[in-house]
């Protein structure tokens, strides 16, 4: 199985333009997580799902958005990207929302907001 | 919110062990972990603790938690060049959110 897979590796765009990262999971997992990745920082959570259908804000969740219309696919939304945006992302999956459920990460997104 | 400190850089030479520390401030953390990322790829789960253990030891890894002084340490024995990478420290809240801290980068010298 593929696991996670996220699209596109990486992006450059101008700011002001919208853009959509997308995370796809096939181990039928019922929550999924969106983190940000900065030099120093760590991962810092930005939406995550513990459902299909529900939605919940993270650390840092402005300026982006999130649907889960079903279980596979959680695609990260930003409608007008700004220099701030400029990270590495990464998405995550775990069977459940229970402490300790190891959480998978997909190889990650390098987004460049120009 | 919980905060998670590790420090930057550790150097190491081959077969020699590493030892990685992390202290954090929120002291209901029920789950501790340690995941590993190397160069261009996500994160992997190493290992991780019960907040009710003081120890936990797979193979060449050995997990220390001192609760009184929320204190967390990874060690590596026999430290091997694939070990080269970033290690990364994560607390564990309620609904499985994690809160990491900001990395170790973990350079092992032949």
């Known amino acids: 199985t593929a696991g996670i897979t996220q699209a596109p590796t990486s992006q450059i765009l101008a700011a002001g333009r919208s853009m959509t990262l997308r995370c796809t999971q096939d181990?039928?997992?019922?929550?999924m997580y969106w983190y940000r990745q900065d030099l120093g920082l760590g991962l810092r959570l930005i939406h995550y799902?513990?459902?299909?259908?529900?939605?919940g804000k993270g650390e840092v969740p402005d300026g982006y958005s999130v649907s889960r219309a079903n279980t596979d696919d959680f695609p990260l939304t930003s409608a007008s990207a700004v220099p701030s945006q400029t990270s590495v992302y990464f998405c995550a999956s775990s069977d459940s929302t229970s402490g300790g459920d190891e959480q998978f990460f997909g190889p990650g997104t390098r987004l460049t907001v120009l | 919110g919980e905060d998670v400190e590790q420090s930057l850089f550790l150097s190491v030479r081959e077969g020699d062990s590493s030892v990685i520390n992390c202290t954090y401030t929120?002291?209901?953390?029920?789950?501790l972990y340690w995941y590993k990322q190397e160069p261009g790829a996500g994160l992997q789960l190493l290992t991780y603790i019960f907040s009710n253990m003081d120890m936990k030891q797979d193979q060449r890894l050995t997990v220390l938690l001192n609760k009184k002084d929320k204190h967390l340490s990874l060690r590596i024995a026999d430290t091997q060049t694939g070990d080269s990478a970033i290690y990364f420290c994560?607390?564990?809240?309620?609904?499985?959110?994690?809160?990491f801290g900001g990395g170790t980068r973990v350079l092992v010298k032949p």
């Open positions: 929120d002291s209901s953390s029920t789950y």
């Open positions: 181990m039928r997992h019922n929550a």
């Open positions: 994560a607390t564990g809240a309620a609904g499985n959110k994690l809160t």
């Open positions: 799902s513990n459902t299909a259908g529900t939605t």
